[in-house]
């Protein structure tokens, strides 16, 4: 699918709490990872996707295959940042999520996570039929609404 | 100082997340308390004091001293949950904190936390006038408010 | 069952990393719970009670109940802690451990937690017969050591 | 510097405990990159440099500025890891590790870590010459053993 299918972007406020620091002052590396995941988090809910229901009912479960995350600047306790999420891949058994962590105008750091569809056993599947028409019925339907 | 000048709660949001969960599909405990440092660190910014600047302008900072939980029923993946914050006593070198854990109508956790304050060499020192004037000045504020 | 029928103790070392710090330059308050449950954890072990064995053959699992911890000195990035674990009461529904957390010849950190037994259903539930003849079997097999 | 200039691999175990694990039942993603930076950590340990004495000394720190890791299969509670960590290039103002962790003949997850070096004011600046020289010193040393 054609990443310009993909024109909506996900904005989540996050604050920095001294359980996201570590003893240099900043923010603990790790803890980007955890920021991104309440970010696509959210974006998924926005989609009418709820983990824990799609896990129970569906029998499947998202996990992250592949992260790559680059450090551009520190973030420090108390301030306010925002997660932009961009879902530029939407594949049978992969979703890529294109992340970027800002504070006001500066990006702080950029990840790209590939997300793959598990079954209650363990194994790669796919990504059931009614998670991906409720992602792309909200495409279409923010596409169209793009072009009215 | 009187527990009943203290009438004022705080109540702070916290969605649960993967990172907060365990492999017992529950909440992990250690979560507990970062949840309600979260909210301790939300109510004091309520009263215009944020951790990061009371550091840097007054050298001193706030530790937990001690902190008592108890685990009454577990919160899940996905779930909405509120502290409940209730500044119980302030002394010249302590706070504490009483606060509960709710989802919805029924409180899974209670913690009970005395927080100290620390100057730039670790040691213990008294809570900085400025600090405990505007906690007090609040209160004062809501009370008359209460009155009224 | 009288505390003094437990004279065990068990002693789990750990090293202080960047992910157990936060910005004030010291160990962040809740990795102490992490640090005294890696603890715990080992001294079961020892008893050969694995937890996830546990969970799989026995459709049990302990949880937190209630933890309480004091806080008397602080810990710093690279240092070598022992956790000293002292299982001082076991109740057919309840083990409780005094722990405490020391840095060579100080103690830093004192803790009293409280463990219960959970069924698959989340349901409160006694300890398994086989965990707790292991437990009994071991402290008479050391008692009688100690009488030899 | 070749690559091939650096044959030495370290070894580090690490045992998953609660905190390590999250609803799915398997180790949480982010967890990994704590391991492996606990594994630099003790690499580093064994060529002499103890971070919080480098920067206490030499007023530098090393710090995460790219990461890029691959899921392979999950680890689970009570599991023993080994991290596998192997210097791959070292810069005036960069090391690349490349880190696999595995359980006994399985790699579950393989990272990529660039990590950078920082002055006091948080600036990039030259890992200072007493690190540089202590790293290829021991590496020379170790080639010349395996050339004996």
């Known amino acids: 699918?054609?990443?310009?299918?993909?024109?909506?972007?996900?904005?989540?406020?996050i604050r920095v709490y001294y359980e996201d620091t570590d003893a240099t002052g900043r923010v603990y590396h790790a803890s980007y990872l955890k920021f991104a995941e309440r970010a696509r988090t959210e974006m998924l809910r926005?989609?009418?996707?709820?983990?824990?229901?799609?896990?129970?009912?569906?029998?499947?479960?998202?996990?992250?295959?592949?992260?790559?995350?680059?450090?551009?600047?520190?973030?420090?306790?108390?301030?306010?940042?925002?997660?932009?999420?961009?879902?530029?891949?939407?594949?049978?058994?992969?979703?890529?999520f294109d992340q970027q962590i800002w504070r006001q105008q500066e990006c702080l750091a950029k990840l790209t996570c590939e997300i793959a569809c598990i079954n209650e056993k363990g194994r790669p599947t796919r990504i059931p039929d009614s998670v991906l028409s409720k992602l792309r019925m909200d495409i279409k339907d923010k596409m169209s609404l793009l072009h009215t």
Chains 1, 2, 3, 4 share one sequence.
């Open 1 to 13: 699918m054609n990443p310009n299918k993909f024109p909506i972007k996900h904005f989540h406020t």
């Open 46 to 96: 926005e989609f009418q996707l709820e983990q824990s229901q799609i896990r129970k009912k569906l029998k499947t479960f998202f996990v992250v295959f592949q992260c790559n995350v680059m450090y551009l600047s520190p973030a420090f306790l108390d301030e306010d940042l925002t997660v932009h999420s961009h879902l530029i891949d939407l594949k049978r058994v992969r979703m890529i």
